[in-house]
T-cell receptor, first 117, second 118 residues
Framework: GNSVTQMEGPVTLSEEAFLTINCTYT??????LFWYVQYPGEGLQLLLK?????DKGSNKGFEATYRKETTSFHLEKGSVQVSDSAVYFC????????????????FGQGTILTVHP | EPEVTQTPSHQVTQMGQEVILRCVPI?????FYWYRQILGQKVEFLVS????????KSEIFDDQFSVERPDGSNFTLKIRSTKLEDSAMYFC????????????????FGPGTRLTVL
């Protein structure tokens, strides 16, 4: 079955530091890949996505590239801010060779990011 | 911006009691989902719902669980006889159907209901 593995957290950084959160996946077919973010007291929000190999998703200074050869979708940001403190979830949605998308999302365990001033 | 809402934000119940968790999906969305997250564990898929029927469910979604769209706006998850291990955060999500078919669009999540079973 499909699975997603994220780096263990929590991650604590100083403001303006470089961020990497690793995510690797196991899936049959050609999944779509996502990063969701959960701010305190709020629901999961889509941060970025990529639907095919070598696609780069980007949003709010965050980037992730769909690497099929390494089955990875690592999240990066060049300079984090205090407001980026949140829980980050990597997820995939499966798709078969015929392109049919299966609706359910499979999530990683989440990585807590804390950014200090 | 439209959003998914969930009520209540926190539900405390006794083991063996029935609970109903409520969600109001985004109004023009046609696919609905429930996920749960036990404290410290992954967010897990429970069920997806389209056209008034379940389209997919996980092994977690046993006979104790049911979903319903009782009217044009609400989407509910019922747990008939709660167990201690049902304590978790429950997330509702919805997505819009594309013309090409299939739930390919972004899933928008609600803020969750924290269920505590004593």
């Amino acid at each position: 079955g499909n699975s997603v593995t994220q780096m263990e957290g929590p991650v604590t950084l100083s403001e303006e530091a470089f961020l990497t959160i690793n995510c690797t996946y196991t899936a049959t077919g050609y999944p779509s890949l996502f990063w969701y973010v959960q701010y305190p007291g709020e629901g999961l929000q889509l941060l970025l996505k990529a639907t095919k190999a070598d696609d780069k998703g980007s949003n709010k200074g965050f980037e992730a590239t769909y690497r099929k050869e390494t089955t990875s979708f690592h999240l990066e940001k060049g300079s984090v801010q205090v407001s980026d403190s949140a829980v980050y979830f990597c997820a995939l949605r499966g798709r078969n060779a015929g392109g049919t998308s299966y609706g359910k999302l499979t999530f990683g365990q989440g990585t807590i990011l804390t950014v200090h001033p | 911006e439209p959003e998914v809402t969930q009520t209540p934000s926190h539900q405390v119940t006794q083991m063996g009691q029935e609970v109903i968790l409520r969600c109001v999906p985004i109004s023009n969305h046609l696919y609905f989902y429930w996920y749960r997250q036990i404290l410290g564990q992954k967010v897990e898929f429970l069920v997806s719902f389209y056209n008034n029927e379940i389209s997919e469910k996980s092994e977690i979604f046993d006979d104790q669980f049911s979903v319903e769209r009782p009217d044009g706006s609400n989407f509910t998850l019922k747990i008939r006889s709660t167990k201690l291990e049902d304590s978790a955060m429950y997330f509702c999500a919805s997505s819009q159907l594309r013309l090409a078919g299939g739930p390919r669009n972004t899933q928008y999540f609600g803020p969750g209901t924290r269920l505590t079973v004593l």
